[in-house]
C-alpha cells in the first residue's frame, strides 16, 4: 500500500520554525500550503482564520494561500485586507516577520499596502494556469540558495503586475523585485506593447514582475506562482520546495536573538 | 392501480392570486391529456395552481427519467466494491482503507447553449453539490463538451463562453478540472453539449444520504436565498428547442461559486461532527423534488412552511419558491437537538440556515404559506399559514408514468453505412494529410482549453491533462491514520461510431474508458453516464438508446466494471434535428501503487515502439478522416471484439504493474487512427522541451493506407518499452492471448512512418506541435 508520501527522505533543515497559514472565507489553495509545510519540510503548521485578531503564538512564517478570498468580488483581496487577521499580519511583517503570500495571498499584501503595487487583469483577459519559469532577481529571506531558474505553474486571471512609474524605480533600485518572468534559459524578454503577453511573461505583467518583496528586513514575499504546487517530484517538479528551504533557513537563523529580545511570537 | 382511490386526499382551498387549473394549462405546463388525467385520477380531484408545477417538475423526463427507466435497468450496478449505486445523488466505490469515491456525471444542456458561460458554472456546480452532498470532499472534475461545426456562427462565443464558465466555477470553489474532452460536429449546431463529471473522496463510514427521516426531526435550508431564476428549469431540459430557443432566457440559474465554496466546508464540517439524518441538494426542481425525494426514499412525510424560506426577491408566491432553481442552496435534516450546532456552523462560515419545517409519518407531502405574506415587505402581515399543497409522496415519485415508448430502426441508416470510404481520393501527401488531420479542432491539442481550468489546485495532481487518464494523490485521514489514494478519470464518447451502431458505439465508449484508465496504470472500479439523445417520442431514437442502454451493458458484463449512477438527458433536438446519439461515460480507476502511474507521451529517446492488440485500422467509416473528406459520418464503422479487449486491458495492467517495469509509456488508438496516436505520443507533452520522435512501420500490409493511418478500430494501444525488453513483453501478452507488433523506435526530432520501406508520413515535431497547438486558433483565436 502507498504509505503517507510526502515523508521524502531527502535532507530536511532541522527546524523549530512554526508556520500559520491563513484562511480566508473562499482561500482554497490552503491544503497545498499545509501539506507542503507540514508533510513535505515537517514544519510545525497551525491555521489562522480570518477573523483572529492575533497570529497563533511563535508564529515565525505566516503563509496567505491562493483562493478567491470573499469570492474576489470587489477586486481580489479587496475585501480580504480589511479582516481582522489582516491587521495582526501587518504587526508580524512590522516585527521583521516572515509572510508570504501566494497567487490570491499576493493580491491580499498588495490590496493591504505591505506591498506596493497591484494585481490587474491578465492581459489576455483569461485565466492561464500552466508551467512558466522565474529567476530570483533579488536577496532575502525566501531567495538565498535559489536555482538561477525555477520552473513552478501559475493558475489565476489577475495577475498582471502594475505600478507607477515611481514606484518601480523605487522596487528596482531597493532591490525588491523578488522573481522575473523568463524563459527556461532564465532570459527575462522585453514584453512588446502590441501582444503584451508572451510565452515566457504569461500575463503581461510590467518588467516581467512575477513577485515582489518588502517589510524591514525583505521579509514580506508575494508572487503569482505557486511553490506549494511543485515541491514534490510526483507534480512535475520540485522547484518550488526552494523557497520554503531558504525560509525554514531564514527562521533558524534568526529565532535565537528574537528570544533574547523577547520578541519572538508576537504574543 | 389506484385510480378508485377517490377523494382520500383532501383538496387545499386555491391560493388567492393564482390561476384557475385545467386541462390547458396542465398543457402549457408539458403535461400530456393522459398524464393530466392520470393525476386527476390518482388524486381524486383537480391540482390547485402550485401542485400543477410540482407534479409537472416531478413527472418531468428530467426527474422522472419516464422514457428511460424502463431501459435503465438493464445496465449492470453492482459489484463487490459498489458501496451505493443509481437512485442517491451519487454512486459510491469502495477504494480500500475505509475509503470509498464518490463520483457522478450530470448534462447541463439546455441552460449552457441559451446561456453558455452560466450554464456551463451551474452545471459544475449542481454535479459538485450532488458529491459533497454525500459527505466526500470533491478533488476532481472533468467535463465533456459538444459544439457544431466549427465555422458555424455561435460556435465561437458557446466554446468561450462555456470554457470561462466550467473554469470560472471550478477554479473559484478549488476543484481541479483534470481532464475531459472536446469535439465537433454539425449535429451539435442547435444543441450543444456539456456534461460535468466531478468525483470526492469520503470516509466508508461517513457517506450520507438523501434521507427524510424520524418524526419531528428538523428540515434545514441552508445557503443562498430564493429567487426567481431557473423556474422551471427542469421542464425546459425536458422540451426541444426551437429557433427562438434563446428567448428562455431568464430560466437560466446564475451561479455564485464562492457561496458554493462556504456551503461545501460549511458541510464538512457539519458532516464531521455528525449531525444529520440526511441532507440533498436543490437541484434541477429545486426545493420540491429535493424535499420530494428525500421524503420518497425514507418513505417518511414532511410538512414545509414557505413563510421560513430566506428569498432575495420580493412577492415571491408558492409556486416560484417551490419550483426555483436558485443555486447554492441545500436541504438538511438534522438529528433531533443538533439544530442549534448546525446553525452555529453556518454563522461561522456566514451562511443563512432557516428551520423550514419537519418530518412527518403521514407519507404525505404538505406546504404551508399564508397568503399575502412577504418578509422583505417594508411591513409584514401577521402570518396564518393555509394548506397550499396537499400531495402523496409516493403519486409524486413512484406513480410517475414510465413509458416503453415504440422503437423503430433508422430507414436511412442502411444507406449511410453503405457508403465506401476506398472511394475517397487519395491526399497528395500523406505528411501533409497528417498535419492537417493533426491540427483540426476535433484532433488538435485541448492546451487552449485546459489552460484556463485550475487543474493543480489542491496540489495533487500527478498526471495533468493531455495524456489517456488523468492520475490525482489523495490525501485520507482516518483516526490519525494517514493513507494517499490515487484516483484516476477519463471520460470518453464517439458520437459518430453510436450515430452509424448505437450498440457497438457506446459499447467501444465504455471499453475506451475503461482502457484509458488502464492506460494510466490503474483498475477500473466504476463507471458513470451521461446518456444524451435526441426526442424519445421518435421510434428511431428510442431505438437509439435502447441500442445503446445494451452496448453499454454488454461492455460493462465483459469488463466486470459496474456502473454506479448517471444521468439522461433527452430531447436534445432543434428544429426536429436530433444530435448525435451521445452516451457520454466517465471512469474511475484505482492505481495500486504509485510506481505503476503511466503516461501517455514518448519518454525518452532509443526506445521501442509496440502495439498492443489489433493490426487493422479499419473500416474507416465514422472516423474523423471520412467526415473530413465527405462532410457526413457515414461508412462502415468498425465494431468491438470484447473478449479481446478484455484481454488487452488485464495483460496491459499487468505489464504496468510488472517489475522492473518494461512499459515505460502507454496511449490508446482512438479519434485519427494509429497516425494521430503516434503524434500525440511525440508532440502531447506538458515541456515542449522533452517532445520525442520516432521512426515507424505501419502493422498491417494488407489494408488501405487511410484505413492504416487513420482508421478508427478499437482494442489497439501504443506503448514504448526499453530495448532487449521486446520478448518478455511479448512474453507476458502472448500468455495473455494478446498481439504485440514492433511498430519502430523513438528518437530524432520527427516523425516518421512507413509501409514496406516506403516512407508515407515524414513531418518535424516543431511544425507538428505547432498545428496541434493552433487546431482552435480560427475559431477562438489566440
Not at chain 1, 494561500?65 to 470573499?70: A, D, I, K, L, T
Not at chain 2, 451539435?188 to 426531526?217: E, M, P, Q
Not at chain 2, 468498425?638 to 515505460?664: K, N
Amino acid at each position: 500500500m502507498n504509505h503517507w508520501p510526502w515523508r521524502d527522505n531527502r535532507v530536511t533543515p532541522s527546524t523549530d520554525m512554526h508556520a500559520t497559514v491563513i484562511l480566508f472565507p473562499g482561500s482554497n489553495a490552503d491544503a497545498e500550503m499545509v501539506r507542503t509545510l507540514r508533510d513535505v519540510l515537517q514544519v510545525r503548521t497551525s491555521i489562522a482564520w480570518h477573523r483572529d485578531a492575533e497570529l497563533p503564538a511563535g508564529t515565525d512564517l505566516c503563509a496567505i494561500p491562493g483562493g478567491f478570498s470573499y469570492g474576489d468580488y470587489l477586486r481580489a483581496g479587496a475585501i480580504a485586507r480589511v479582516s481582522p487577521i489582516v491587521a495582526a499580519i501587518r504587526r508580524h511583517a512590522e516585527r521583521g516577520g516572515l509572510v508570504l503570500g501566494v497567487c490570491n495571498g499576493f493580491q491580499i499584501l498588495t490590496e493591504a499596502g505591505l506591498l506596493p503595487g497591484a494585481l490587474t487583469r491578465n492581459a489576455h483577459l483569461r485565466f492561464e494556469c500552466r508551467d512558466v519559469h522565474v529567476t530570483p532577481q533579488a536577496e532575502g529571506p525566501f531567495l538565498t540558495g535559489l536555482p538561477r531558474v525555477l520552473r513552478l505553474p501559475i493558475a489565476h486571471a489577475e495577475g498582471r503586475y502594475q505600478a507607477s512609474p515611481e514606484t518601480l524605480r523605487a522596487l528596482e533600485e531597493s532591490r525588491s523585485i523578488a522573481f522575473q518572468y523568463c524563459d527556461r534559459e532564465g532570459r527575462i524578454g522585453r514584453t512588446p506593447d502590441e501582444a503584451p503577453w508572451t510565452e515566457a511573461n504569461p500575463n503581461g505583467s510590467t518588467l516581467s514582475i512575477a513577485g515582489i518583496q518588502g517589510g524591514p528586513r525583505r521579509n514580506v514575499l508575494g508572487l503569482m506562482p505557486h511553490p506549494e504546487r511543485m515541491s514534490e517530484d510526483f507534480q512535475g517538479g520540485a522547484d518550488g520546495r526552494s523557497l520554503f528551504d531558504a525560509a525554514v533557513r531564514s527562521a533558524a537563523e534568526t529565532m535565537a536573538p528574537a528570544e533574547i529580545t523577547g520578541d519572538a511570537g508576537g504574543a | 392501480m389506484s385510480t378508485d382511490v377517490k377523494a382520500t386526499v383532501p383538496s387545499p382551498a386555491p391560493f388567492p392570486g393564482d390561476p384557475a387549473v385545467d386541462l390547458a394549462l396542465a398543457r402549457s405546463h408539458k403535461l400530456s391529456a393522459e398524464e393530466w388525467a392520470r393525476a386527476c385520477a390518482h388524486l381524486g380531484r383537480e391540482p390547485q395552481f402550485a401542485e400543477l408545477g410540482v407534479i409537472s417538475v416531478m413527472w418531468s423526463e428530467h426527474c422522472s427519467y419516464k422514457s428511460s427507466r424502463v431501459h435503465l435497468g438493464r445496465l449492470p450496478t453492482t459489484g463487490p466494491r459498489v458501496i451505493q449505486g443509481p437512485g442517491e445523488n451519487a454512486g459510491v466505490v469502495d477504494i480500500g482503507d475505509g475509503f470509498a469515491a464518490v463520483f457522478k456525471m450530470e448534462s447541463h444542456n439546455h441552460p449552457s447553449f441559451i446561456e453558455p458561460y452560466q450554464g456551463a458554472a451551474t452545471g459544475v456546480g449542481g454535479i459538485l453539490r450532488d458529491v459533497f452532498t454525500m459527505g466526500a470532499r470533491p478533488i476532481a472534475n472533468l467535463d465533456s463538451l459538444r459544439f457544431g461545426r466549427p465555422d458555424h456562427p455561435r460556435t465561437a462565443a458557446l466554446l468561450r463562453g462555456v470554457v470561462a464558465g466550467v473554469g470560472g466555477y471550478g477554479n473559484c470553489i478549488g476543484v481541479p478540472t483534470v481532464g475531459g474532452e472536446l469535439s465537433f460536429d454539425k449535429a451539435y449546431d442547435g444543441n450543444i453539449l456539456v456534461n460535468a463529471f466531478t468525483c470526492g473522496v469520503v470516509r466508508a463510514d461517513r457517506i450520507f444520504y438523501g434521507r427524510a427521516s424520524g418524526v419531528g426531526n428538523p428540515v434545514i435550508y441552508v445557503g443562498a436565498r430564493t429567487g426567481r431564476d431557473g423556474i422551471h428549469g427542469a421542464t425546459m431540459a425536458s422540451d426541444e428547442f426551437s429557433a427562438e430557443g434563446p428567448s428562455k432566457r431568464p430560466t437560466v440559474q446564475v451561479g455564485d461559486p464562492f457561496m458554493e465554496k462556504l456551503l461545501l466546508e460549511a458541510c464538512l464540517e457539519i458532516f464531521a461532527e455528525d449531525l444529520l439524518v440526511g441532507i440533498q441538494d436543490m437541484g434541477a426542481a429545486g426545493l420540491t423534488s429535493s424535499s420530494v425525494e428525500m421524503a420518497g426514499r425514507s418513505g417518511s412525510g414532511l410538512l414545509l412552511d414557505l413563510d421560513r424560506v430566506p428569498r432575495r426577491a420580493k412577492g415571491l408566491t408558492p409556486y416560484e419558491m417551490l419550483l426555483s432553481e436558485s443555486q447554492e442552496r441545500m436541504l438538511l435534516v438534522a438529528k433531533p437537538g443538533c439544530e442549534a450546532r448546525v446553525e452555529e456552523i453556518c454563522r461561522k462560515w456566514e451562511l443563512e440556515a432557516a428551520i423550514i419545517g419537519q418530518v412527518t409519518d403521514t407519507g404525505r407531502w404538505v406546504i404551508q404559506a399564508t397568503p399575502g405574506y412577504d418578509p422583505l415587505a417594508d411591513a409584514p402581515i401577521a402570518r396564518a399559514p393555509v394548506t397550499v399543497c396537499d400531495l402523496p409522496v409516493d403519486f409524486l415519485t413512484d406513480a410517475a408514468p414510465k413509458y416503453d415508448r415504440p422503437q423503430r430502426e433508422d430507414a436511412g441508416l442502411p444507406g449511410r453505412r453503405a457508403f465506401d470510404a476506398a472511394t475517397i481520393a487519395a491526399p497528395q501527401s500523406w505528411s501533409a494529410e497528417l498535419l492537417a488531420m493533426a491540427g483540426s479542432p476535433n484532433l488538435g491539442s485541448r492546451q487552449w482549453v485546459w489552460r484556463q481550468y485550475d487543474h493543480i489546485v489542491r496540489g495533487g495532481t500527478e498526471v495533468r491533462p493531455g495524456s489517456d487518464a488523468a492520475v490525482v494523490r489523495v490525501p485520507c485521514e482516518r483516526d490519525g491514520v494517514r493513507v494517499e489514494k490515487l484516483l484516476a478519470f477519463a471520460v470518453d464518447c464517439n458520437g459518430r461510431l453510436c450515430e452509424l451502431d448505437a450498440f457497438q458505439g457506446a459499447a467501444m465508449a465504455i471499453a475506451e474508458v475503461c482502457r484509458n484508465v488502464v492506460c494510466g496504470g490503474a483498475e477500473p472500479v466504476g463507471i458513470t453516464d451521461c446518456l444524451n439523445f435526441g426526442n424519445p417520442e421518435r421510434p428511431e431514437i428510442m431505438r437509439q438508446f435502447a441500442q445503446a442502454i445494451d452496448g453499454m451493458a454488454a461492455a460493462c458484463k465483459a469488463l466486470g466494471v459496474p456502473i454506479v449512477s448517471g444521468n439522461v438527458s433527452l430531447y436534445n433536438e432543434t428544429d426536429g434535428r436530433a444530435i448525435l446519439p451521445t452516451p457520454t461515460v466517465g471512469a474511475v480507476g484505482l492505481v495500486r501503487d504509485a510506481g505503476d502511474v503511466t503516461r501517455a507521451g514518448f519518454p525518452e529517446a532509443g526506445l521501442s515502439v509496440l502495439l498492443l492488440g489489433g493490426r487493422r485500422g479499419g473500416p474507416l467509416g465514422g472516423s474523423e478522416y471520412v467526415v473530413r473528406h465527405t462532410g457526413e459520418v457515414q461508412g462502415e464503422p468498425p465494431g468491438i471484439d470484447l473478449a479481446a479487449e478484455v484481454r488487452l486491458q488485464a495483460v496491459l495492467l499487468e505489464l504496468l504493474r510488472a517489475r522492473p517495469r518494461h512499459v515505460l509509456s502507454a496511449h490508446d488508438v482512438s479519434e485519427g487512427g494509429l497516425a494521430i496516436a503516434l503524434a500525440e505520443c511525440c508532440a502531447a507533452v506538458d515541456d515542449p522541451a522533452r517532445m520525442v520522435g520516432a521512426m515507424v512501420s505501419l502493422p498491417e500490409e494488407d489494408e488501405g493506407l487511410a484505413a492504416g493511418l487513420f482508421g478508427e478500430a478499437p482494442g489497439r494501444v501504443v506503448v514504448t518499452v526499453r530495448p532487449g525488453d521486446e520478448a518478455e513483453v511479448a512474453r507476458i501478452a502472448g500468455a495473455g492471448g494478446v498481439g504485440v507488433t514492433l511498430l519502430g523506435s523513438t528518437g530524432g526530432g520527427r516523425l516518421s512512418i512507413a509501409r514496406q520501406g516506403a516512407l508515407l508520413v515524414d513531418v518535424g515535431l516543431a511544425e507538428l506541435r505547432e498545428a496541434r497547438e493552433r487546431c482552435l486558433e480560427a475559431i477562438v483565436g489566440r
